[in-house]
């Protein structure tokens, strides 16, 4: 778009103004917010496995000397140093990422040494900053290896006032190892932790065969290595597409085992749980489960942990199979989870990229090489230095007398020193700056040995700096040191995620065992309030309601039944009768249970059952058939079955179990006609079923000719007409009909 520049505004307002179109404003904004929160929280990078605030606490850590092995220092300390010089963002932000860098369950491998409450697999939260200390761990130590030998770049701050690392030397296969997960603005990451040992061993073996497969690399690479242990029970095949393709996900279990207590009586004990699964919340889960009887082959749950997890589930009787039971967990509970694998990583700092398990592993690998070279070059630099200072001093010793007597009679010995023995700057200003103590024998022999020993290790960087294959050998080297830190013997590096395969359970076995079939009666008061009582009884006359409501109607169902609840609005609502509150109190509302739209009443609720039809119809006389399948709503919004437009809504519901159907209007005049005219729908406004001058329909029902037609009045008694005695009101469907015969109940209902 031509941009241009419009007149100052009247009044000599501030400046020009420049028309923008907003679209390409807002693509260009995003863009730049997408790509800072791309860049700058999310994704990690490949190199060091860091995002920006983890890097410049670990650099914030370095500049205050929390070594391995020195003194803690608050975490206040460390996090006031990283607002204020790096990260100008909130400092519990700041802090969340500290203590998840120390925290054991979190991270494989901690970066940070915490001493204090740094939390627990709880869920509990780590105590204020003010109370935490902290150092860094021989993690952190090695991903910060070499950053004062020009390792990498660097960058200034925020302000300008210091500089921080791009990236860190990284020594340490952190990405992998310790794994990271983050959303971006378009897309995410979600990288598992891996054992350190087997990831130093892949490297290795991709030194060596730069092309190897995934498959190849999986010799040493099984699979994730959660710090919280636990049981990944995917196939191969699942695991090796997954790491090929960088996309995937893990499904672990939690660790059981059978403990016997004596008389054939056992417990089962859970010592391991699934990653970033908060145990507290995990037990609530179940408990809940248990309340709500939806985990039968389970008595209870009791957590008996101390420092290691033990979690204890008794079974409701000996005679429970334990693998059926565990089953029943993994399938309704978080003791069994699916850890995402999206390797979605900035690749070289700047592209983001999901990448596979060899692609990742080479990244880092080149990343060390290029640390390998600035390291060496660094280090020639020095090496030359310090040459060019010991041929100085060398110069000086053999001509000690001369240098000394320049020295005491020049005002300005530097150039003298230079030109009478042909010196170089840094060479007259080491002299110059010697010790008289430096001037012994002793001193001469000492930089005549380490002269010779700085050309020899210089001669030996060259010959580096000019061998790929002698760079692979060191990098190589550098690896075995850190897989022997870190290598299986260790108590760090052990193994801690094992890998099995899940147990062949009968689904309908399993299905089964989790129904509970207990007799209940459901009541229904007048105003919409639902319970369950135990058992099935027709004795509800004694039951209480809230002021004064009263009893609607009544049914006997089954906890595990499905109740179907009609309104006034067309729709069918579905509910478990086994969630339905007990009879001691006056229930809760229906309304709280489904969304029913203001304005509507429920009509009826009655169980539900597969294959049975029922004919539905609205106050305008229109209706149909329609099949219980069609009925089931899978929300709380219901389905809509009968359409109907205000003022018009539904009316009646009946079972559609006989060969004709008769019809009551308000205007007490009846009508009967053959049930196949209606149509069997699963959703429609229905055809017309009676005509109506005043008012509309009331009632309806379907009966089998040949029985006669039955009704009971408002004081349970039953009346009944022959098939001869109908002949007056049978006729066609959209009739008007006839009065209805002497006894029908006032009310206008088949059943009054």
């Known amino acids: 778009m031509t941009k241009r520049i419009a007149p100052s505004a009247p009044g000599g307002g501030g400046g020009n103004i420049e028309p923008v179109e907003l679209k390409e404003a807002l693509e260009e904004r995003y863009l730049s917010y997408a790509l800072s929160t791309i860049m700058g929280r999310a994704l990690p990078d490949a190199r060091d496995g860091l995002k920006p605030v983890h890097r410049r606490i670990l650099h914030a850590m370095r500049q205050l000397r929390l070594d391995p092995g020195t003194s803690f220092k608050k975490s206040a300390r460390v996090v006031g140093d990283v607002i204020g010089k790096f990260h100008p963002h909130g400092d519990q932000s700041v802090y969340d990422a500290l203590v998840r860098l120390a925290q054991d369950f979190a991270q494989r491998y901690p970066l940070v040494d915490g001493q204090g409450n740094f939390g627990n697999v709880d869920g509990d939260n780590a105590a204020a900053m003010r109370y935490t200390e902290a150092r860094m761990t021989d993690v952190a130590r090695l991903l910060l290896e070499g950053i004062d030998e020009d390792a990498v770049d660097m960058r200034l701050t925020y302000d300008g006032e210091e500089q921080e690392p791009i990236v860190l030397p990284g020594a340490f296969p952190n990405l992998l190892a310790n794994g990271s997960t983050g959303i971006a603005v378009g897309m995410a990451t979600s990288i598992p932790p891996h054992n350190a040992a087997e990831l130093c061993d892949a490297a290795l073996l991709l030194i060596e065969k730069p092309k190897a497969t995934t498959r190849e690399l999986m010799k040493f690479v099984k699979g994730p290595d959660f710090p919280t242990g636990g049981i990944i029970v995917d196939d191969k095949a699942a695991i090796r597409e997954a790491y090929n393709t960088g996309r995937g996900s893990f499904r672990v279990r939690a660790k059981w085992k059978q403990e016997d207590t004596g008389r054939g009586t056992w417990v089962v004990i859970v010592t391991e749980i699934p990653y970033a699964v908060p145990k507290s919340r995990l037990i609530e889960k179940i408990a809940e489960l248990l309340q709500e009887k939806k985990l039968p082959l389970l008595a209870d749950i009791r957590d008996e942990?101390?420092?290691?997890?033990?979690?204890?589930?008794?079974?409701?009787?000996?005679?429970?199979?334990?693998?059926?039971?565990?089953?029943?967990?993994?399938?309704?509970?978080?003791?069994?989870?699916?850890?995402?694998?999206?390797?979605?990583?900035?690749?070289?700092?700047?592209?983001?990229?999901?990448?596979?398990?060899?692609?990742?592993?080479?990244?880092?690998?080149?990343?060390?090489?290029?640390?390998?070279?600035?390291?060496?070059?660094?280090?020639?630099g020095n090496i030359d230095h310090r040459i060019e200072v010991l041929g100085g001093y060398l110069i000086a010793y053999l001509n000690l007398d001369e240098v000394i007597r320049i020295i005491r009679t020049q005002d300005e010995p530097k150039p003298v020193l230079m030109k009478r023995f042909k010196l170089t700057d840094v060479q007259a200003d080491a002299i110059l700056n010697m010790r008289l103590r430096n001037l012994r024998k002793l001193e001469e022999m000492e930089i005549r040995g380490e002269h010779a020993d700085l050309k020899k290790e210089k001669a030996e960087l060259e010959k580096l700096l000019k061998s790929p294959a002698g760079q692979w050998k060191k990098i190589s080297d550098q690896i075995k040191e850190v897989r022997e830190l870190f290598g299986p013997k260790t108590e760090i590096g052990k193994r801690r995620t094992g890998f099995d395969t899940a147990a062949e359970i009968d689904e309908a076995a399993v299905a089964e065992s989790m129904l509970v079939r207990e007799p209940i009666t459901v009541v229904v008061s007048e105003k919409g309030w639902i319970r369950a009582l135990k058992g099935h009884t027709d004795q509800v006359a004694d039951v209480q309601f809230k002021g004064d409501d009263a009893l609607k109607f009544s049914f006997p169902a089954d906890t595990t039944s499905k109740l179907v609840v009609f309104a006034t609005n067309g729709r069918f609502y579905t509910l478990d009768a086994g969630k339905i509150p007990g009879g001691r109190g006056h229930g809760e509302p229906i309304r709280l249970m489904v969304e029913i739209e203001a304005g509507h009443e429920i009509l009826v609720v009655f169980p539900y059952a597969e294959g049975e039809k029922y004919l539905v119809a609205s106050e305008a006389g229109r209706g149909f058939i329609v099949k219980t399948e069609d009925m089931l709503g899978t929300t709380r919004k219901g389905k809509q079955v009968l359409n109907v437009k205000a003022p018009d809504k539904a009316a009646a519901i009946a079972p559609a179990a006989g060969d004709h159907v008769a019809v009551i209007g308000e205007n007490r005049k009846m009508v009967i006609f053959p049930a196949k005219d209606l149509p069997e729908m699963g959703r429609g406004a229905g055809v017309k079923l009676q005509r109506y001058k005043d008012g509309g329909l009331s009632d309806i029902k379907a009966f089998n000719l040949d029985e006669g037609l039955t009704w009971t009045d408002s004081s349970n008694r039953k009346f009944s007409l022959t098939k001869g005695e109908l002949r007056d009101w049978r006729g066609n469907r959209a009739d008007a009909g006839r009065l209805a015969p002497k006894g029908f109940p006032k009310a206008n209902k088949f059943r009054g």
């Open 305 to 380: 942990s101390t420092e290691d997890v033990r979690v204890v589930l008794e079974p409701r009787s000996r005679a429970v199979d334990p693998v059926l039971m565990m089953e029943q967990l993994f399938k309704l509970t978080e003791l069994e989870s699916r850890f995402p694998l999206n390797m979605n990583v900035l690749m070289g700092g700047i592209t983001p990229r999901v990448v596979s398990l060899q692609e990742v592993l080479q990244e880092w690998l080149d990343h060390r090489r290029i640390v390998l070279l600035r390291r060496s070059k660094h280090r020639l």
